[in-house]
């Protein structure tokens, strides 16, 4: 085989593109993709060697593929399941009984169901932080999608629980970093300071320093949680985590919803980021997260729908477009997170968050990671700014095409990779097993 043939080059002509430059946003032109890179994007048709493929863009706008970052995907069988409740008597009550049911094949079955549903959204990376986590690793190599993983650990438990369960965390985020192509990568994560213990909390971080890898939690979700906290320890969950040495690594942390000035400035000096969730936040009553002063303090703020059991789906755009919305409806300031900025917020920050260097941003080098919307649809015109529709007037059911690592994973609307008809039945299933266990 000559090096020709063992390249898998196209390209797209006439499409436009959200290259998401200050001085221009998007283009209109052409993208080239060899194997799982883009190698050239630019409004100038590039000279191709003869019989490479072209693939008409016309009506479809570009995307990089949203990054999801936080969330807990094998919970989408519980939707539906114990909606309009506090977070505490939800997980007490609700949640955590029906998940101390779940088997592996659960997991399988619900991790299926949010990846089908993700892919098709646009959503081409997202964090997981479950058990059972081999299941969702299988997923990820079956459905061609990119994900950050790691075994979340609850430490209200007996010490040898404890042990074990730090055990499988290490050993899953050690046996599966940089598997499925270099699409899965890992990470530590204890599930909450009030869910464990301190001296729990610092076996993690020694574990994260050993194997070189970044940390990932639950923090500051509720008002309750934090004053537990500081009623505890006699610190707020940031200066506490902080203490524990957390901030030693690359760390991201969800919600992040009741942060003082000074829980802010430790944050942004430790370049800790932020998993922002608006749809479970006011879901479950938790509050509204200070983006707009995070962000003005330096802090990366990306977006998570978090599990689809507090959401209750798992729409990316609906999350760019919350934010977007929120925090100018909060702060009574309408410039309050542009269309730009949430879109960034969706992908490249998102990309920063869970420590990704070449996804995020559609440029030459970065790996094809990409969706395309279809433009052509009466809540898309005219064409005045397609990065404001794409915010405020899109959804995910306008996402024609996906593209991840370089392949095609939806195409018109369909999963290419996933059984759709089975995993839905399947999910169904799994739910009526639950019940009647
Ligand atoms: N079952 C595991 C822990 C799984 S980590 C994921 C956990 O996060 C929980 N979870 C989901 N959403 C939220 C949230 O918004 N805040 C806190 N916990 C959540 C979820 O119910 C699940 O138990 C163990 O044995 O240690
Ligand atoms: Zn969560």
């Known amino acids: 085989m000559t090096e020709n043939t063992k390249i898998n080059k196209w390209m797209i002509k006439n499409g436009s593109f959200a290259v998401l430059d200050a001085g221009k946003p998007v283009i209109h032109g052409c993208m080239v993709i ?11 048709t590039p000279e191709l060697e003869s019989g490479i493929p072209v693939v008409d863009g016309t009506h479809l706008f570009f995307l990089p593929g949203l990054i ?59 964090l997981d932080m479950y058990d059972h986590m081999d299941q969702v690793a299988q997923v990820v190599q079956e459905s061609g999608i990119r994900a950050s993983l790691m075994r979340g650990v609850i430490g209200l438990c007996p ?24 699409r899965i990568t890992t990470m530590i994560s204890p599930h909450a300071p009030y869910t464990c213990p301190p001296d729990f909390i ?36 940031v200066a ?16 992040a919803v009741h942060l003082n000035d000074e829980e802010i400035e430790i944050l942004a000096a ?21 983006v707009t002063d995070l962000l003005k303090a330096g802090v990366t703020v990306s977006l998570g729908t978090d599990g689809a059991a507090s959401n209750n789906n798992l729409d990316m755009f609906e999350e760019m477009r919350l934010a977007a919305l929120i925090h100018k409806g909060v702060s009574g300031d309408p410039t309050a997170i542009p269309a730009m900025e949430a879109l960034k917020m969706g992908t490249i920050y998102g990309a920063q968050s869970i420590f990704l260097k070449d996804v995020g941003t559609l440029a030459p080098g970065m790996k094809a990671d ?25 959804s995910s059911k306008d996402v024609e095409h996906v593209w991840v690592d370089g392949k095609q994973v939806v195409k018109h609307g369909a999963c290419l990779t996933l059984d759709e008809e089975r995993i839905r039945r399947e999910a169904q299933a799994a739910f009526d097993g639950l019940l009647s266990r």
């Open 34 to 44: 060899e194997n799982d890179r883009i190698t050239y994007i630019g409004e100038e």
């Open 68 to 126: 999801n970052t936080h969330g807990h995907a094998a919970m989408s069988l519980l939707r539906g399941y114990g909606d309009d409740m506090a977070l505490q008597i939800w997980l007490e009550e609700k949640m955590w009984p029906m998940e101390a049911k779940f088997t592996s094949n659960d997991v399988y079955r619900g991790t299926s169901l949010s990846v089908l549903e993700m892919l098709k959204g646009g959503t081409t990376t997202f």
């Open 159 to 182: 010490e040898d629980v404890q042990r074990h369960k730090l055990n499988e965390a290490i050993q899953f985020a050690r046996d599966w970093n940089g598997q499925a192509d270099g």
């Open 202 to 237: 610092e076996k993690f971080v020694q574990a994260a320093h050993d194997l070189d890898l970044p940390m990932h939690t639950h923090m500051s979700e509720t008002k309750a949680e934090v004053e537990q906290n500081v009623r505890d320890y006699g610190l707020r969950p």
């Open 240 to 255: 506490h985590l902080e203490k524990l040495g957390m901030f030693s690594r690359p760390s991201l942390v969800a919600h």
């Open 270 to 290: 430790n370049h800790v980021s932020v998993s922002h969730n608006p749809g479970s936040n006011l879901k479950l009553a938790s509050g509204v997260a200070r």
């Open 370 to 394: 990409f969706i395309a919307l279809n433009t052509d649809q009466a809540h898309f015109l005219p064409h005045t700014d397609l990065i404001s529709h794409a915010i405020y007037s899109a």
